[in-house]
Each structure stands twice: as structure tokens, then as C-alpha cells.
């Protein structure tokens, strides 16, 4: 029997979507500086911006924890159809959804073929002009203005131009992964990092990702938000359509989402930190929970989306609470509507 949360019984899980972030990986090309300890280090045998061991080994356990958590509703047996699995265009989030789904589905049966394996941004269209209108607001302009001291010393202490929020989020997450890699980082991140000035700047990053409804409509999660609803629907109306969704991508993607539906708050979201979306039936009538699994430590957290009375929400309010962000079939389709070109979109 699947794990349920206490309070469910009575409710029949119908389908789940899972937005994930990838696990633990080297530093990227992009976040590189040159004062950087670390510079000249081409982390072999993982390589820049590779997955690490303990990366897959996250990723992973994430996998075993979906299994024991929706056992029942996978079954034992890999079916493509029952499937939806999406990543984004990195080779670490494409890794990730091959580890995730190998620890959800081991070979079994006719399916094992060999006893033993190795073990082995850029949005554009109208989102674009969204994000410069944005970045002129007068609080946001202040709020950059009050960083503007850290940035002229980051500049010197790292050989880098570090001018805008940008600079300081690929700054952070560099420090990130060598911190988690165990490695050597510069005298002067103890003073900013992980809490901080620098906390603060990755922190309004993430603020001007999503600042309007428009941009939650176009950075992609207002995209991901009409996959796993369309798939939602058909499983209501009894129609052919997968049972688990899987989303492998970046931190970006968890804060996006999170943003979009009302449960963001301060945070860098860790690796494997994961939002779940169940779609429950009883007596008929549908609901929507959500979940945040934190990834570092292992523990899931039961969300309520504003605009809803409880963790069960109820399907039709859920997507009356998210159709202003949700894009419509046409602006999927259209270019101009919805940002795509960004690696960080599904």
C-alpha cells in the first residue's frame, strides 16, 4: 500500500507530477572566476557543471523515496505510457531523470537484458521586456542600489565583473557546489556566504524571476503548470493519460513553481528538493495536494496554496486559483506568448 499523509483516507490517488532540481554537481563554465581557488580545476572525472556521486546517489534515493511513497499507483512494471518524463536541455537534469526513473522502475521479470550494470538562458519573446520593466521598478532599483557596495567588492575579490543579480546567483551557486564538493573556497565567502549579503542578492534574483503574473505566465512554470493540469483533467474524465509526471531540472524550476503557487518564501532550494502535485479522488470529486520535499533533509512538507482551505484542495478551485498563470493552448504554441529558448525550460 502507497504512503499516504494522515487525513487521506477515503481519498484514491489518481495521478502525480514531480518538478524536481538535480543533485549535487561541479562547478558550471558560466559561474567560473578567476580568483577562484579552484579555477583551474577541471573536476575530473565529473567534469564542469557534472553531475557528482554524491549528485547521483541524491537523485537517486529520490527515486526510491517516489517508489515507496506511490508504490501502488506505479505498479512494479516500467510502462511508457503510464510516464510522462520531461528535463531541461542539461546533461545533469537529463542524467537525473535516468537515475530517478531507474530507482523507480528496477528491471524486472522479461525486462532484465544483462544481470549486473556499471555504475556508473536564455527566455526570449515577451518575457524578455517583462523582466527589463521589471528591473526599472523603483523598489527593485532600490533594492539593487543598497547591493551595489557587495557588488564593486565581489568585482575585485573575484576578478569578474559582478554588476547585476545575475552575476551574484551563478556567484552563490558556485560557492554551493564547491562547498559541497568539499573543496577550498576563497577568504572572503565566509563573510558573505552561505547567510549574508550574497544570501540576500540570490535571494532578489529569484524575487525579479517571478515578479509579475505575466513573467509566472512565461519563465516557463506557467508552462509546466498546464502539462501536469491537462494531465490531471484526462485522468478525471477516465481518458488515457500518464499516471506520474517527472520534471528534472534545476533549483529555478522548484522556486518557479513554488512562486507561482503562492509558497514561496526566502530560500535557496537544496539539491533534490522537489514540488509534488497528487490528484486524489472521493466519492467523485477531485482534489489537489501539494507537497514540498525539501531534498536536504529528507522530509516532506504538506503545502496549502493560498486560496485553499486545506492541503486537499479542491480540483476546480485549484485551477481557478492558478488560471491566471497558466497559459492558454494557443500561447503554448505561440513563440511571441510563451519564453522558450532557455535551458532552464522544459
Request: hydrophobic fraction near 35%.
Amino acid at each position: 500500500m502507497f504512503a499516504r499523509a494522515d487525513g487521506d483516507e477515503g481519498y484514491r490517488l489518481k495521478h502525480v507530477s514531480v518538478i524536481f532540481r538535480h543533485g549535487d554537481r561541479a562547478p558550471d563554465p558560466v559561474e567560473m572566476f578567476p580568483n577562484d581557488p579552484n579555477y583551474q580545476n577541471t573536476f575530473y572525472p565529473y567534469g564542469l557543471g557534472g553531475l557528482t556521486n554524491e549528485g547521483k546517489r541524491r537523485e537517486y534515493r529520490l527515486g526510491e523515496l517516489l517508489r515507496e511513497r506511490y508504490d501502488e499507483l506505479l505498479g512494479e512494471v516500467y510502462q511508457p505510457d503510464a510516464i510522462y518524463a520531461r528535463s531541461t536541455d542539461y546533461r545533469r537534469a537529463k542524467m537525473c531523470l535516468q537515475l530517478v526513473l531507474a530507482a523507480l522502475y528496477p528491471p524486472k521479470g522479461p525486462q532484465i537484458w544483462r544481470d549486473e550494470l556499471p555504475g556508473s538562458r536564455y527566455p526570449r519573446s515577451t518575457y524578455l521586456k517583462e523582466h527589463k520593466d521589471v528591473k526599472s521598478l523603483p523598489e527593485v532599483k532600490e533594492k539593487i542600489d543598497k547591493l551595489s557596495e557587495l557588488m564593486s567588492n565581489l568585482t575585485e575579490w573575484t576578478g569578474r565583473e559582478i554588476s547585476y543579480v545575475n552575476d551574484m546567483y551563478n556567484l552563490y551557486h558556485i560557492l554551493v557546489a564547491e562547498q559541497a564538493m568539499g573543496l577550498e573556497l576563497p577568504r572572503w565567502a565566509k563573510e558573505v556566504f552561505p547567510r549574508g549579503q550574497l544570501y540576500d542578492g540570490i535571494q532578489l534574483w529569484y524575487e525579479i524571476f517571478s515578479k509579475t503574473t505575466h513573467m509566472r505566465r512565461t519563465n516557463g512554470a506557467g508552462k509546466l503548470l498546464h502539462n501536469v493540469l491537462s494531465h490531471m483533467s484526462d485522468r478525471e474524465r477516465g481518458q488515457r493519460a500518464p499516471k506520474l509526471g517527472l520534471y528534472s531540472g534545476h533549483e529555478t524550476n522548484v522556486a518557479a513553481i513554488l512562486q507561482t503557487l503562492g509558497l514561496w518564501y526566502p530560500h535557496v532550494p537544496e539539491y533534490s528538493s522537489s514540488v509534488v502535485l497528487e490528484l486524489h479522488e472521493k466519492e467523485s470529486q477531485y482534489y489537489v495536494k501539494v507537497l514540498y520535499y525539501l531534498g536536504i533533509p529528507e522530509e516532506w512538507v504538506e503545502q496549502v496554496v493560498p486560496g485553499c482551505e486545506a492541503a486537499m484542495c479542491s480540483a476546480d478551485k485549484f485551477r481557478e486559483l492558478l488560471a491566471e498563470v497558466t497559459p492558454s493552448k494557443d500561447e503554448m504554441a505561440c513563440d511571441k506568448s510563451v519564453a522558450k529558448g532557455h535551458g532552464y525550460i522544459f
